[in-house]
Nanobody, 124 residues
Framework: QLQASGGGLVQAGGSLRLSCAAS????????MAWFRQAPGKEREFVAA????????SYANAVKGRFTISKDTAKNTVYLQMNSLKLEDTAAYYC???????????????????WGQGTQVTVSS
């Protein structure tokens, strides 16, 4: 099970940090990711991190502004979001996928566990 938290209302240019706690005892074979979905739009990839090794990847829209990280001791993945823009407004979902290779980490159908969404609203 995945438990996401940390969403809220923030002004453009501000920052938020999302958290996703996993109940799995070991995540060594997993990729953890964040996706987002705005009203009327498809779910889109934001960022992913391989639990073993820590390599990460980002969508072009958030590269340089968002940072994905993990705390192994807490089985938690974070998404630090800086310089937020109006277009970042969406429900953010964390996901876990086992044994994913880099080329597929942006594909939501490859993930088999999802947390509940946490709403991020960026205001002008």
């Amino acid at each position: 099970q995945l438990q996401a938290s940390g969403g809220g209302l923030v002004q453009a240019g501000g920052s938020l940090r999302l958290s996703c706690a996993a109940s799995e005892r070991t995540l060594n074979s997993y990729v953890m990711a964040w996706f987002r979905q705005a009203p009327g739009k498809e779910r889109e990839f934001v960022a992913a991190i391989k639990w073993s090794g820590g390599s990460s990847s980002y969508a072009n829209a958030v590269k340089g502004r968002f940072t994905i990280s993990k705390d192994t001791a807490k089985n938690t993945v974070y998404l630090q979001m800086n310089s937020l823009k109006l277009e970042d407004t969406a429900a953010y979902y964390c996901a876990a996928g086992r044994g994913l290779i880099t080329s597929v980490v942006s594909n939501p159908v490859k993930y088999d566990s999802w947390g509940q969404g946490t709403q991020v609203t960026v205001s002008s």
